[in-house]
């Protein structure tokens, strides 16, 4: 329905399957992971179409701040239309706060994420969707959420 050309998806928990490395890193941490297979796909997809699109989604234990979920591009400096875009279009949903970074949240960025890095080096779009623990719950035990999100994001994502 969303005329995506890949799906990659990782389940093992980034903190959980493994000791930490030299360098500080978890490695089932593939957004980090340079010599991943999740990189290893982004690049391959990359090579093969142009102007894409890559939307990662994520998840956080509830903060302080009340922010349920953050939208980023991965950089200090993002052009606000495609995050403002996507803003407006889960506001109706009644997720809870959504706040873009880094005018609305300071915290889960993705400015050290190596595929997003990636695919703005060759001129796509990178969507990092940050969401706690409330609204993931709420979009498994709901049918008709979980379809409203996706048309939502979707039609968000159509915009160049």
């Given at each position: 329905r969303a005329s995506a050309a890949a799906f990659f998806?990782?389940?093992?928990?980034?903190?959980?399957?493994?000791e930490?490395?030299?360098?500080?890193?978890?490695?089932?941490?593939?957004?980090?992971?340079?010599?991943?297979?999740?990189?290893?796909?982004?690049?391959?997809?990359?090579r093969a179409m142009r102007n894409v699109t890559l939307v990662q989604v994520h998840g956080f234990a509830s903060r302080e701040s009340g922010v349920e979920v953050v939208?980023?591009?991965?950089?200090?400096?993002?052009k606000a239309d495609l995050l403002s875009r996507v803003q407006r279009a889960l506001r109706p949903l009644g997720l809870g706060r959504i706040a873009r970074?880094?005018?609305?949240?300071t915290e889960l960025g993705a400015t050290t994420?190596?595929?997003?890095?990636?695919?703005?080096?060759?001129?796509g779009r990178f969507?990092?969707?940050?969401?706690?623990?409330?609204?993931?719950?709420n979009l498994l035990a709901n049918a008709e959420l979980r379809a409203h999100y996706f048309e939502a994001l979707t039609r968000s994502l159509a915009s160049p």
């Open positions: 998806i990782e389940t093992a928990h980034r903190y959980k399957s493994g930490v490395d030299e360098d500080g890193d978890h490695p089932a941490d593939v957004a980090h992971a340079p010599d991943s297979l999740f990189q290893a796909a982004t690049e391959g997809l990359l939208l980023s591009a991965g950089t200090k400096r993002p970074f880094p005018d609305e949240s994420n190596v595929q997003g890095a990636l695919v703005r080096a060759r001129g969507l990092h969707i940050e969401m706690s623990s409330g609204v993931r719950k």
